[in-house]
């Protein structure tokens, strides 16, 4: 009996040190055939070929100002961290465009009526500036309720070339009122007509496919998986 049990030890031990030895290289292929890789977002803006194989892809800033007072107004700056905006999604909402409230139609009714699907999404708005005013509008308040949206602010002034260099090289159906996704490398991989529940369900999408694929990468270093 003894000498039964022992041998059945021995052939668990032997599988045992198998699954490790297989184990990363199998996770390695699941990986690189998983629903992860099976898309690949478009880079937007222009491009620059470096080297024989190597492109450096357009950025964009993710530096703003707070909302705040008249007297802090375009002097208090704020970052969207990596740790707390790895990815983020941003509108620009002009002076003209500020009653416009059917521009944000498909991210109020996600919010409102299922926001377990998009609190994890931060959703940054940047509003215009006013007569040394730089707080938020007030037709858009009640969205600052939600704590993962966030109001930031940007001069009058240079208002317009800001928000158009979110958009540069847009293709022409696109308008300057649209959500753009931005990734962990500020990098602008999508653009989202928030008038829609599905352009706002489409966005929800592939902001999650890019953060499986940062989670990929991350998990890949830590590990030091190779190809």
């Excluded at 039964?4 to 699954?19: A, H, I």
């Excluded at 890789?37 to 492109?55: E, H, I, Q, W």
């Excluded at 109001?151 to 002034?157: A, E, M, Q, V, Y």
């Amino acid at each position: 009996m003894r000498a039964v049990y022992s041998q059945f030890t021995m052939k668990n031990k032997k599988w045992l040190l198998l699954l490790i030895i297989v184990f990363p290289s199998v996770f390695w292929l699941i990986l690189e055939t998983s629903t992860i890789n099976s898309r690949r977002l478009p880079f937007y803006g222009p491009k620059k070929v470096v080297a024989a194989g190597d492109t450096t892809f357009y950025k964009v800033t993710d530096t703003f100002y707070n909302i705040g007072d008249s007297a802090a107004c375009g002097t208090n700056t704020f970052q969207l961290n990596d740790n707390d905006y790895p990815l983020y999604a941003i509108i620009f909402i002009s002076e003209k465009y500020r009653a416009d409230a059917y521009r944000l139609t498909g991210l109020w009714e996600y919010l409102n009526y299922s926001k377990s699907k998009i609190e994890h999404i931060p959703f940054v708005l940047v509003t215009e500036n006013k007569e040394g005013n730089c707080g938020a509008y007030n037709e858009l308040k009640k969205l600052d309720e939600n704590n993962n949206v966030r109001f930031l602010s940007w001069n009058k002034t240079s208002f317009d070339s800001l928000s158009k260099s979110f958009f540069n090289e847009k293709p022409y159906y696109i308008d300057y009122s649209f959500f753009v996704l931005v990734d962990a490398n500020r990098h602008v991989r999508g653009y989202y007509d928030g008038r829609y529940v599905s352009e706002v369900k489409r966005l929800i999408g592939e902001y999650q496919h890019l953060r499986l694929k940062e989670e990929k990468q991350k998990l890949i270093q830590e590990n030091e998986i190779r190809k």
